[in-house]
């Protein structure tokens, strides 16, 4: 049994190049990032920046009638389809499909709950509007201006009002008692990103979701799957509250570099390189695992601090609250102590998917979970379960290192068993690495990582 959460929408895909033509504007002459979009120029500037790195992002329009205006455009191309959307949704299509009972946390209008269909648990109450994505999808050497992109890819924009406040979060807290799921997989916190929140609404949201993945048994398995994030201190309370309960979380190769740089810089990057080396992706895995394990101890301590202060008496509290006000008053007094730690890592690129995982933890079968994984994304890209190798190619060398630093040991591939595993005893992890058969005619990018991230999850809990 799997519960995902949260959130749900409908996505508009399009060809990007087609309605940047339909909406008649011409790219900058220089790509800027912005953290939201408020308008046309910001729009073009943060497309420009994303597709000329070859980068996915999702970004927040803030303006209700800007955000309009562009999807009624897109809706005028010849391309546009309209598909069931959301983080959730996606990935529990997919565990459906493998065979497993599934329990969705959305709030959705009666049209999408058809559209997801009958047999779907659904907690979560109906809307009379559902949340619209904007999908621009672009190929690889596609140009605009002066500026071509390295990889095939999407930019999302969305103008969200019911997924950033979570609203199934309690009816979906009830449901998982009866529910009793083996595995709970949280996405879509990127739709937090940015949004409008009220002074402290946002980390009062995000301590409700990190109280009901407290009260899981031990042996339910958490998921976080990260997302594009340019709101640092928005991408801080999620470390803080529900990633802090996750013993397993899945990335591509933006959002590590992106995570790393919050926890080791207090700073996000934006983009980075499309097409890493992989011993730079197994270095920032296992850096990513102490950081994480660090961050968790120090959350620890603080909760702990509140649950002895909680257990003295009135005038202790009110001396440690003139004391140092802040650390009273810090959003943590009412967070659970976790059960779980962190133990499984997957990390998926367009030319190889990795899962690190602790020896000592209950994951199992990562060789398969990685052979899995690395064959749904030439799957999902080209749209066809048949893997056609007319269509495809492979971009990883036939050996590599397992560290940037000097003198480390190298790999190589074979060629019978390209699913390469090994076990580090200075780190206790055991990695493995497969080689992905990379789609060269791509209908979609959108939703990859969601697919990906649960075909590597079904075969290991």
């Known amino acids: 049994k799997v519960a995902v959460g949260f959130g749900s929408c409908i996505d508009v895909i399009v060809p ?67 598909v069931v959307g959301g983080n959730a949704p996606v990935m529990l299509n997919n565990f459906k499909k493998l065979g497993f009972q599934v ?10 709950r058809k559209m997801i269909g009958d047999d779907i648990l659904v907690a979560g109450s109906n809307v009379e509007r559902d949340d619209i994505h904007l999908i621009l999808e672009y190929g690889k050497g596609e140009t605009w201006g002066n500026f071509e992109s390295p990889r095939a890819n999407r930019f999302i924009i969305h103008n969200d009002h019911n997924n950033p406040m979570l609203k199934s979060l309690e009816e979906f807290s009830v449901s998982l008692k009866t529910f009793k799921p083996h595995l709970v997989v949280v996405g879509g916190l990127q739709m937090l990103d940015n949004f409008p929140f009220k002074t402290g609404e946002r980390r009062a949201r995000l301590n409700e979701l990190a109280k009901l993945l407290g009260e899981l ?66 270095d920032q895995m296992r850096l990513l695992f102490k950081l994480l394990k660090t961050r968790a101890f120090e959350i620890d301590e603080k909760i702990l601090k509140h649950e002895k202060l909680d257990d003295s008496n009135k005038d202790d509290i009110e001396k440690a609250e003139e004391s140092n006000s802040n650390d009273v008053d810090d959003g943590y007094k009412k967070q659970p102590l976790r059960k779980h730690k962190i133990t499984r890592l997957h990390v998926h690129t367009l030319a190889f998917q990795v899962i690190m995982t ?33 269509a495809s190619k492979i971009l990883m060398d036939d050996s590599f290192s397992l560290t940037r630093r000097e003198s480390g040991p190298r790999l190589q591939v074979d060629s019978s068993e390209p699913v390469t595993c090994w076990y580090e005893d200075d780190t206790d992890f055991k990695v493995c690495l497969a080689p992905v058969i990379v789609c060269t005619k791509v209908v979609q990018t959108v939703g990859g990582g969601d697919n990906i991230s649960s075909s590597g999850l079904v075969l290991q809990i």
């Open 16 to 82: 990007a190049l087609e309605v940047l033509r339909l909406l008649n504007v011409t790219a900058p002459k220089v790509s800027q990032h912005h953290h939201a979009i408020h308008d046309l120029q910001q729009f073009t500037d943060a497309f420009a920046y994303f597709f000329s790195h070859g980068a996915a992002a999702e970004h927040y329009v803030t303006d209700d009638k800007f955000f309009k205006s562009l999807v009624d455009a897109a809706l005028e191309t010849k391309s546009a389809r309209q």
């Open 103 to 112: 329990l969705l946390g959305a709030q959705m209008t009666e049209k999408l």
């Open 217 to 282: 048994d031990a042996d339910t398995h958490i998921h976080f799957e990260m997302a594009h994030f340019t709101d640092a201190d928005c991408l801080k309370d999620i470390l803080d509250t529900v990633a802090y309960h996750c013993d397993s979380f899945g990335m591509n190769e933006q959002e590590l570099p992106n995570l790393l740089g919050l926890l080791e810089d207090d700073m996000l990057t934006p983009s980075s390189d499309p097409s890493p080396r992989i011993a730079t992706t197994l």
């Open 358 to 390: 602790e020896n000592s933890s209950p994951w199992k079968n990562s060789m398969q979970a990685a052979a899995r994984a690395a064959l749904t994304a030439n799957r999902h890209t080209c749209g066809s379960h048949q893997i056609n190798l007319e």
